[in-house]
């Protein structure tokens, strides 16, 4: 099923890895993050062939590492609108929900590859090893944007559960008390 990420808040089970996809013409960049959804790591770049290729290898991996999650990188344009290469991708995650038993998100990745590819550069890595990494390092910033995004919204939903509770455990203690002012 495919998901916003807001949707998976409270969804997933306490422990389980999440997937990152970078979803190119000619490759297809997978990281993986630890258990408890806090790193991101790059996994490795698959060659891009035909879709039931394709998501089979991805189905593979996601059992292996019994992924909770994939988080698709949704090329937008710079504007927010999608264009044909999001539709792409949108047409992707949905064929690949069919396919794979757990949710799929998509996940703004404008600039991921421009900021991955600057920092190859800063380290003064070669044309040809930039090449090698840039697709599954794009994945890792894809899916380490979507964890810290989706932990933002754990912690406020948390704090939101305990404020909850501890406003109801004060109406609680009053009633019980026989304190309760508006009680007649």
Do not use: H
Not at 31 to 43: F, G, K, M, N, Q
Not at 61 to 67: L, Q, T
Not at 77 to 86: E, K, L, T, V
């Amino acid at each position: 099923m495919t998901v916003a990420l807001e949707g998976l808040v409270g969804k997933l089970p306490r422990y389980g890895r999440l997937i990152g996809i970078d979803l190119g013409t000619k490759t297809i960049g997978l990281a993986l993050s630890d258990v408890e959804r806090r790193i991101a790591s790059p996994l490795e770049t698959l060659k891009r062939g035909k879709f039931t290729k394709d998501a089979a290898e991805i189905a593979k991996i996601v059992k292996r590492f019994e992924v909770a999650a994939i988080v698709v990188g949704l090329p937008l344009n710079m504007d927010g609108s999608a264009g044909p290469r999001a539709q792409s991708t949108q047409s992707f995650m949905r064929n690949l929900e069919g396919v794979i038993a757990c949710p799929v998100v998509g996940w703004d990745e404008r600039l991921s590859t421009m900021a991955v590819t600057r920092t190859l550069l800063e380290a003064d890595a070669s044309r040809a090893r930039r090449g090698q990494l840039v697709d599954k390092l794009a994945a890792s910033y894809i899916l380490q944007g979507a964890i810290d995004r989706l932990n933002l919204l754990e912690d406020a939903r948390t704090q939101a559960d305990d404020a909850q509770q501890e406003g109801a455990g004060q109406y609680g203690a009053q009633d019980a008390a026989g304190d309760d002012p508006d009680r007649e």
